[in-house]
């Protein structure tokens, strides 16, 4: 039987960002690499639980946004056996980090928390880097093609176990807010038609746990997707419905409070804190501005 192990990597804060080490008869998998900064607790898990760095085979990431995938270059050019997996979309930046993510994620950040936060960032071998489509299966992994969050974003669900690695498709799942799944709506991507078809495709399939990446794993899983159904819903029309930033964010914060107390969670402003909720807004932003050129 398969094994599931969370590594907290402690990037950002403790309970925040996880990487998961996946056991098949002693044949590793790694989901999700973290920024640059997790790759040496991730090898240091290895070591303390003697797993050789030659049985790792597989590194699958769920979409190139650089807290997923910042730590790929290093951490691949420690694992001499381990081939990366992800969305086709995303393997030309997970190879070339340079050209266009590293730049796009200077532009979010900005340059002091970039260098903070992802420092010494390097490419990878495009020969150790392969592509995944809807239903292929790598090793019992089967990929899902998961737009919503960002268009290049994609899900890993290890069949055997009924285990669904969602990234940051179907929301957080932070203790502080009652693992109410509040979703990530970051620039510059976020399509919620795109996201809600989504959603309503993993309802189809035998899931046991929703592990997103931040961070504890979800058993409540009709639960989580009627939740991001009707956040869905409330984020669009929030979009449509609001013209300044202001409203805008005022809107969003009695929204997420409504989820919230959904889940029996009453502290809105540490929830707000923990999902850096400026960059939820931010996105939402982006798409208003949007809609506003058109109308002109
Ligand atoms: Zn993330």
């Known amino acids: 039987m398969s094994t599931v192990t969370r590594i907290d990597t402690n990037f950002l804060r403790g309970e925040f960002c996880g990487v998961f080490v996946v056991n098949q008869n002693n044949s590793f998998s790694i989901v999700e690499v973290g920024s640059t900064l997790s790759v040496p607790p991730i090898l ?3 070591e303390k ?33 381990a081939t990366i997996y992800t969305q086709a979309a995303g393997v030309t930046h997970i190879v070339d980090p340079h050209a266009k993510l590293v730049p796009g994620a200077v532009e979010v950040y900005g340059k002091e928390v970039f260098d903070a936060d992802y420092p010494g960032i390097i490419g990878c071998d495009a020969n150790r880097v392969k592509a995944m489509n809807e239903n292929d299966v790598v090793d019992g992994f089967k990929f899902f093609e998961a737009p919503g969050h960002a268009f290049h974003h994609g899900m890993f669900f290890l069949e055997e176990l009924g285990y669904l690695f969602s990234g940051d498709a179907l929301g957080f799942g932070f203790k502080e807010m009652n693992l109410c799944p509040l979703l990530c709506t970051s620039p510059t991507q976020f399509d919620s038609k795109a996201w809600l078809q989504t959603v309503q495709k993993m309802e189809t399939l035998p899931i046991k746990v929703i592990q997103p990446t931040h961070f504890e794993p979800l058993t409540d899983v009709k639960g989580v997707l009627e939740s991001c159904k009707r ?55 982006y798409r208003v501005q949007k809609r506003l050129q058109k109308k002109k």
């Open 44 to 46: 240091s898990y290895l």
């Open 231 to 285: 956040q869905l819903v409330v984020y669009e029309n929030l979009i449509q419905t609001n013209d300044t930033q202001e409203d805008l964010k005022k809107h969003y914060i009695e929204a997420i409070t409504e989820e919230l107390n959904r889940y029996g969670s009453k502290s809105v402003e540490k929830a707000y804190e923990m999902i850096i909720g400026d960059i939820n807004v931010a996105g939402l932003w």
């Open 49 to 81: 639980n003697k797993i050789s760095k030659e049985s790792v085979r597989n590194i699958f990431i769920t979409h190139v946004h650089l807290d997923h995938s910042g730590g790929a270059g290093l951490l691949l050019k420690e694992l001499p056996n």
